[in-house]
């Protein structure tokens, strides 16, 4: 067998593996014995039917069976002489594999690139103190008082906070939006809606809530609208400036409860001082995740700048198309329309290829350094993801473990997600720590 190893890039490689005729032969032979032993042909015990009564038979599965054969040979064969580590089998051109004759068999693959691994310990990153004020419990207390507000009538002009109830009509230079709006017709009218007066948050149409203080039920005002020019729920309207007609059906005001026993049994608490230190309590618990989560953050982001190499394009191509699904998937849920990624879908591709390209580099990285530290998946490592998974989707771990054996592309999957994140808390973990000063 004679094996020729061709460079294309620095990671993609063909190798053209010549098996004579001989070498063909005995895979044949190997072939026709194995289907004899499973074959019921008449007149014969299985094993003991001529060879060539096998092949004639069942030229079709022979045939089938012999180019399988002789394909994984070639890719045994070369893998062991050249000493590739082969991420991806890009492309197999096997030509014409029969019995007497010679056989070429020429395999694309994509391996995995050489590089010097950068240091990974000592790194520096910095967090955010997780010292929780009085004001931060505070404002999470108003918060929940605001969840379990009620809405009374009010007989006057409306303020911050209330809630009004209203309806509006679009229109540009005085002809209405309704053609613009297409099928987002909220967007250009509506008979009955409410909404917040000076909110945190716009609601349906930007800024309106912002212009309706003064107003009394009954009152009407042409409030002014410039939609941001990124609009993506109506393209029609992006950068376009709206008046709306609102008239003034109803006012309503916020009205919070009392901090009494009701409130605080709510809250699972006996009182106001149990109130504060279980929200204490849960604001440095996030701060100590938003901290292990910007520690991450910057970690990768150190490594992946740490060394530059080249990357498997097969893995980029699969990551690219992984990353765009799920950015067209997440702002179709938000309404933005086809027409919108067909419109951007140069800088879209642009965006997402440079992204893949980053991961997949990161990805060999953190490999490597699970390599180093000797870092393995264990049973607790997969349970774990499995629970995780399970309460995520709804669905029981057994049925998820199953399918998981039953997957061995998706079970190396996760094999490998688990590894990339345990490198990263390996490296998180050996980092030095800076607290930023507190914000002014």
């Known amino acids: 067998m004679n094996v020729q190893l061709n460079h294309l890039t620095a990671t993609r490689k063909s190798v053209v593996v010549a098996l004579d005729a001989a070498e063909v032969d005995a895979e044949l032979a190997g072939v026709a014995r194995e289907i004899s032993q499973l074959a019921r ?14 092949l004639k038979r069942f030229g079709k599965e022979v045939a089938a069976e012999l180019k399988q054969k002789v394909v994984s040979k070639a890719y045994e064969a070369a893998q062991e002489q050249q000493k590739l580590e082969v991420v991806n089998v890009v492309k197999v051109e096997e030509g014409e594999i029969k019995a007497g004759a010679a056989a070429t068999i020429t395999l694309t ?13 000592d790194l520096p990153t910095e967090v955010a103190p997780t010292d929780v004020s009085d004001a931060e419990v505070s404002k999470v207390i108003e918060g929940l008082r605001a ?57 349906v149409i930007p800024g309106l809530g912002r212009q309706l203080a003064g107003l009394e039920a009954g009152g ?32 309503r005001e916020r009205v919070l409860p009392a901090l009494d026993e009701a409130f605080f049994k709510a809250q699972q608490v006996d009182d106001l001082v149990g109130l504060q230190a279980k929200i204490s309590a849960n604001l440095k618990l996030q701060k100590d995740y938003e901290n292990r989560q910007a520690q991450r953050r910057q970690i990768t982001e150190k490594l992946a700048a740490a060394v530059d190499f080249p990357v498997p394009e097969s893995l980029v191509d699969t990551e ?74 709804q669905q029981k ?19 490998q997600s688990i590894i990339f994140d345990k490198a990263v808390d390996f490296v998180v973990a050996k980092a030095k720590v800076t607290v930023a000063a507190p914000a002014s």
């Open 41 to 54: 042909i008449p007149g014969f015990r299985p094993g003991k039917a001529p060879a060539a009564m096998v």
């Open 109 to 121: 693959l994509d391996v995995r690139p050489e590089f010097t691994l950068p240091a990974y310990t």
């Open 147 to 203: 969840e379990r507000a009620d809405f009374k009538a009010a007989a006057r002009p409306a303020a911050k906070g209330d809630y009004v109830k209203l309806s509006y009509a679009g229109a540009i230079d005085g002809q209405p939006i309704t053609e613009l709006a297409g099928d987002k017709q909220l967007y250009a009218q509506a008979p009955q809606t409410w909404e917040e007066v000076e909110g945190e948050h716009d609601g």
């Open 220 to 251: 009407k005002r042409t409030v002014n609208v410039t939609f941001p020019a990124d609009f993506a729920p109506v393209p029609a309207l992006a950068g376009k400036a709206v008046a709306y007609a609102v008239e003034v059906q109803e006012i």
């Open 320 to 393: 690219t198309k992984g990353l765009l699904r799920q950015f067209i998937e997440e702002n179709m849920r938000r309404g933005v329309a086809a027409e919108q990624f067909e419109k951007d879908k140069k800088e879209l591709f642009q965006g997402a290829r440079q992204a893949a390209t980053n991961r997949v580099k990161l990805q060999f990285i953190l490999g490597r350094i699970a390599e180093q530290e000797k870092l393995e998946v264990t049973n607790e490592d997969l349970n774990n993801f499995i629970y995780r998974e399970a309460m995520r989707t």
């Open 397 to 415: 771990p057994d049925k998820l473990a199953q399918a998981l054996g039953a997957d061995r592309a998706q079970l190396r999957s996760v094999q």
